[in-house]
């Protein structure tokens, strides 16, 4: 059930398939993103979570206080199909889908578009419901938001990670990845956020409070 040590695994892969430099580079920037506290601002268990509209990619428009009323809901804000770490977690997330819909309902969110989350669901499978949050409105509503530093753009370019591409939004910004889950009442009762996008909840915690 763990999500842990296939992350770990992830990690061990790219120090030895990214070169020094570039581990590098992702290394400090990483540094000065914890350093920053750019989670500082980001609602946490007791909070009221705000209302939001979002369009999946069967473009069905999901509401989250409509969903409230029949079961509590568990948000993932992921980063993109471009980051490994989190298309591991959202593999981990499908796999536990059928146990986590028992007693709520499951989103996951991110600034892409939606025929890039559409795709990454047909290439892995996925049942999983993908909402498209253009330019971070909601992820910014949550306190998720920031904007990549220019000098990581092109280093992320280089990677296949073309974030103008993927979000069709030139602002640079992105969601800290986070888990939330929402009480009936709309109070946050779960939160993990965490800057270090290498790590990431264990489903296990979550199933607990849940249950």
């Known amino acids: 059930m763990k999500v842990i040590e296939d992350l770990k695994i992830l990690r061990q892969d790219l120090l030895t398939q990214l070169p020094p430099d570039v581990l590098d580079m992702l290394n400090n920037s990483l540094t000065d993103m914890l350093n920053e506290k750019l989670d500082s601002h980001a609602l946490q268990c007791g909070d009221i979570a705000p209302d939001f509209s979002l369009i999946s990619t069967d473009n069905e428009e999901i509401n989250l206080y409509q969903l409230l009323e029949t079961q509590p809901v568990i948000i993932s804000f992921f980063r993109g199909s471009w980051c490994p770490f989190c298309v591991k977690e959202l593999e981990h997330f499908q796999n536990n889908l059928e146990l986590m819909q028992k007693n709520a309902h499951f989103i996951a969110i991110s600034p892409q578009k939606s025929s890039i989350s559409g795709q990454l669901k047909k290439e892995k499978s996925m049942s999983i419901t993908i909402l498209s949050d ?31 591409d993927f979000n069709d939004d030139d602002s640079y910004t992105l969601p800290i990845p986070a888990t939330y889950l929402i009480g009936q009442d709309k109070k946050i009762q779960f939160a993990y956020v965490n800057v270090n996008y290498m790590e990431r909840a264990d489903i296990s915690e979550l199933l607990k409070v849940l249950n």
């Not at 509503?141 to 992320?156: A, I």
């Open 134 to 164: 253009i330019k971070n409105n909601i992820a910014n509503q949550f306190g998720l938001v920031f904007t990549l530093p220019e000098k990581m753009r092109e280093l992320y370019k280089s990677l296949g990670a073309n974030l103008f």
